[in-house]
Structure formats: C-alpha cells, structure tokens
C-alpha cells in the first residue's frame, strides 16, 4: 500500500510559479515509478509529468514541457512538480500517483495509487 498527501498548490498569477509536493508512505516507494495528473473543471484527468523509480527517466505533457520539472528523492520518499510560466489554462486539481511498475507511464489506468489532489489556480 502507499498513500498519497499532495501539496504546495494555490492562487498564483499568470506567469508566476509554483512547486508541488507529494508525500508518500509505503516501504515500496523507491520502487514505484510517480506522475502527476490534473483534472480541470468539465474535463477529464490528463497527464502532466511522470518520473522512474531512480529519477533517471521523465516525460512530460506537452502543454507543460519546457515550463514543468518532475523530481523525486526517494530519501524523503517525496516527489515534486515545480512549474514555472503559469497559464490561466493550467488551472486545475493537480493529483499525485504511483504505480507497482518502475518504468514510467502516462496513462491513468496505469497507478495504482492517488492522492486526493490540490488546487492550483492560475489568474490572468
């Protein structure tokens, strides 16, 4: 089992940034690949950014490649999005997950594991 606390979200204006945190307990941390997902308003859940088990593997959106980094530290068992440029059209809840595999993946049905999201508003 591993749970999901997400973090770090929030009212930002158009261009600004933020980074968002997701806190995961579970022993198979550092062996789960992670992504992050967002759900705006009347739209489905979309991949953002995804992150292997060691780190050493990304992908990205690409509405928010070249403006978003995804990272971990397994010692903290922690993994981030910090995103910079912000769009009004990036708004939405913003949900951590893991998934069993180590490899990374960008479809939802993929993990196994969510947190219960956080908000991030960007205003124009």
């Known amino acids: 089992q591993v749970q999901l606390v997400e973090s770090g979200g929030g009212l930002v204006q158009a261009g600004g940034s933020l980074r968002l945190s997701c806190a995961a307990s579970?022993?198979?941390?550092?062996?789960?690949?992670m992504g992050w997902f967002r759900q705006a308003p009347g739209k489905e859940r979309e991949f953002v950014a995804a992150?292997?088990?060691?780190?050493?593997?990304?992908r990205y959106a690409d509405s928010v490649k070249g403006r978003s980094t995804i990272s971990r530290d397994n010692a903290r068992n922690t993994v981030y999005l910090q995103m910079s440029s912000l769009k009004p059209e990036d708004t939405a809840v913003y949900y951590c997950?893991?998934?069993?595999?180590?490899?990374?993946?960008?479809?939802?049905?993929?993990?196994?594991?969510w947190g219960q999201g956080t908000q991030v508003t960007v205003s124009s």
């Open positions: 992150i292997s088990w060691s780190g050493g593997t990304t």
């Open positions: 579970g022993s198979t941390f550092s062996r789960n690949a």
């Open positions: 997950a893991a998934t069993s595999r180590m490899v990374i993946a960008i479809m939802s049905g993929n993990y196994d594991y």
